[in-house]
């Protein structure tokens, strides 16, 4: 009999080859979730498997090998389970789940269960010889993989070995009179989505914390600690051994936070031959800091920026300033800020920021392209949409002011990155089309020159620093930054003095088709991978340039409402097939022999070697 472990093994096979699934012809709504446990973990809900594993393959189709179908490989390992090649009695029509479910006080290895459609039980049980009859209580033992199996209503339960006694207690939980089940614990809206959803994964977080919660932390204070680490980096490392142990302190403590803010996380997959959908759902439980930050922009103004947004972007990003989501996610700056810095520069920074929540009212728009021989390997363009000039200026002038106190230096100081960051600002530095700018140039000087992150910030800036121009046309703040920075803003300033770019580009357009009530949006944005990569190659020379033609995006969308924050992701067929064979190519690359590392500093000559 295999163990427990491989069984766990399987389930997780089932779910990695069904994470992509399609739309479904119909499901009654909470069918599945009438059944599962109110305090489950995690229920992955797939809906109407011919429908949707066929329609997974179409998307699929000419990126995975013919033989490696979802739907042939999720019908040959049921039909491995149950001894029943035809699958005879198992409705393929229907939804398949597997929860994990702490409600009877399971052990780790017998929480899984899986939940298979029947159209007939009896034919099932007929055609499945792994599956014996059952007995007294209604269990039937599982040959070959093990396990234990029980009908409830119109499914079949199928537990790992040694779960009998867990599948008798919840069998008869589900057919007792308490039984809360995951339905009862649902909004209206929330149940239906997980009907109708190609693919529909829940996580109840306060049941994980609950259960996994003490393990987690711990591991994460494991983490912090990072023991392992060499006390001197490898040459070439992007961190010192202080400054990676501080980055995951920090990531540890965002992790711990949202471990125990979260109320439920949720993923919906729907795929179309083209292009596949992909929206997540994170709800705060109500009180806590995270719920202070998803708070609907209840002043949001229609967004008239995505005009400016740029055909050819890595990123793009326009959407509105939600003032109250500002302020939160600020107290949670400054609450981390104050214990790395002096308190007097921790309100300093509160106040800014104050000020700068009631000036950028509106909304914004950014473009970031890629320029692999520049220095910096991007530029960039903003626009902002302004209350008040005159205070514009006033937090600059104090923004600068603070910045050159050592407010970066003590950040970094913190986090074991010894460093003098300054900025350098003219205003009136220039004067086009009757409009002032202004100019900034923001340098960083590391204590230790040699240093590997030294190294890193002269190979991806150079020795001259970031230049920055900026100007205020018709209550718009533009800046353009990187070594065509002066161009770009003179572009911006004839745009805005025309009225705005009267087209959305073409990239941007298709971005929002494919993603239907994007236009509703609190945010929008594509993302190009292609040159991200491209973007990375310009930062270190040991990244291969991809050289890959793309046009195609992933396009993206965020809104948010009451405690929570929803953000969809159209990930077009092309770009996946882009993305495909850049991987391809960075596996070629690290098949090659090993290159010197460019960014490791030169040796002194020796005086004796041979000239």
């Known amino acids: 009999m295999i163990s427990s472990n491989r069984i766990k093994g399987g389930v997780f096979a089932v779910l990695v080859i069904v994470l992509f699934a399609g739309m479904p012809a119909g499901a009654d709504p909470n069918e599945i979730a009438k059944i599962v446990p109110a305090d489950s973990l995690l229920c992955i809900q797939i809906n109407n498997l011919d429908t949707t594993l066929s329609q997974t393959d179409q998307y699929l189709g000419g990126i995975l090998p013919p033989m490696m179908g979802t739907q042939m490989m999720l019908r040959m390992g049921l039909a491995q389970m149950l001894g029943n090649p035809s699958l005879d009695g198992v409705n393929t029509g229907g939804s398949l789940a597997v929860f994990i479910s702490a409600a009877n ?105 609950k259960n996994f919660g003490p393990q987690v932390a711990a591991a994460l204070e494991e983490m912090k600690k990072m023991k392992n680490m060499p006390a001197q980096m490898p040459p070439g490392a992007m961190a010192s051994p202080e400054s990676a142990k501080e980055m995951m302190a920090i990531m540890s403590d965002i992790a711990s936070g949202f471990m125990e803010q979260s109320k439920s996380v949720i993923l ?15 709800s705060a439980l109500p009180g806590t800091k995270m719920a202070g930050l998803f708070v609907p922009n209840t002043a949001k103004k229609e967004n008239k920026l995505i005009p400016y947004l740029q055909n050819g972007a890595m990123i793009n990003v326009s959407g509105g300033m939600n003032g109250k989501t500002h302020a939160a996610v600020t107290k949670l700056f400054t609450d981390w800020f104050s214990k790395k810095a002096t308190p007097e520069k921790a309100a300093k920074i509160l106040a800014l920021e104050n000020e700068a929540v009631a000036v950028f009212n509106g909304n914004i728009a950014f473009s970031g392209s890629v320029d692999p021989n520049g220095k910096p390997p991007m530029s960039a363009i903003y626009i902002y949409e302004i209350s008040d000039k ?10 600068v002011e603070l910045v050159n106190s050592g407010l970066v230096d003590d950040i970094y100081k913190a986090i074991g990155m010894p460093i003098q960051f300054r900025v350098t600002f003219k205003r009136g530095a220039a004067t086009y089309n009757g409009v002032s700018i202004d100019s900034a140039i923001a340098t960083t000087k590391f204590t230790d020159a040699n240093s590997p992150e030294a190294q890193m910030v002269k190979q991806m800036y150079g020795g001259n620093g970031i230049e920055y121009r900026l100007a205020v046309v018709n209550n718009l703040l533009v800046f353009a930054l990187g070594g065509d920075s002066d161009a770009k803003l003179k572009i911006l300033i004839d745009q805005v003095k025309a009225g705005g770019p ?97 960014l490791e500093p030169a040796k002194p000559a020796d005086a004796n070697s041979k000239k």
Not at 268 to 282: A, E, F, N, R
Not at 531 to 543: R, Y
């Open 105 to 209: 006080g399971e052990t780790d290895k017998e929480m899984f269960t899986i939940v298979i459609p029947v159209a007939d039980y009896q034919k099932l049980v007929a055609s499945s010889p792994n599956i014996d009859k059952a007995d007294a209580n209604g269990i039937s033992a599982i040959k070959g993989v093990g396990g234990f199996a029980a009908q409830v209503g119109g499914f079949l339960f199928v537990k790992p070995p040694d779960s009998y006694k867990s599948l008798l207690a919840m069998k008869k939980s589900i057919a007792g009179p308490g039984f809360k089940s995951l339905a009862s614990s649902l909004d209206s809206a929330t149940a239906a989505q997980s009907a109708s959803s190609p693919l529909w994964i829940y996580g109840n977080m306060p049941a994980v914390q």
């Open 268 to 282: 919906t997959i729907k795929p179309q031959p083209d292009c596949l959908t992909i929206s997540t759902t994170v």
């Open 390 to 399: 005159d205070k514009l200026n006033k937090i600059i002038d104090e923004a």
């Open 502 to 598: 009267t087209q959305v580009c073409s990239e941007v357009k298709n971005a929002m088709a494919i993603l239907p009530g994007s236009e509703k949006a609190d945010s929008i944005a594509t993302f190009n991978y292609i040159k991200c990569f491209d973007f990375m190659s310009g930062m270190t020379p040991m990244m291969p340039k991809m050289n890959i033609p793309t046009k195609s995006n992933l396009a993206i969308a965020g809104r948010i409402d009451n405690g929570s924050v929803t953000v969809d992701i159209a990930i077009p067929k092309e770009h996946l097939m882009e993305l495909v064979q850049a991987f391809q190519i960075l596996m070629q690359a690290s098949m090659q022999p090993p290159q010197p590392n460019m």
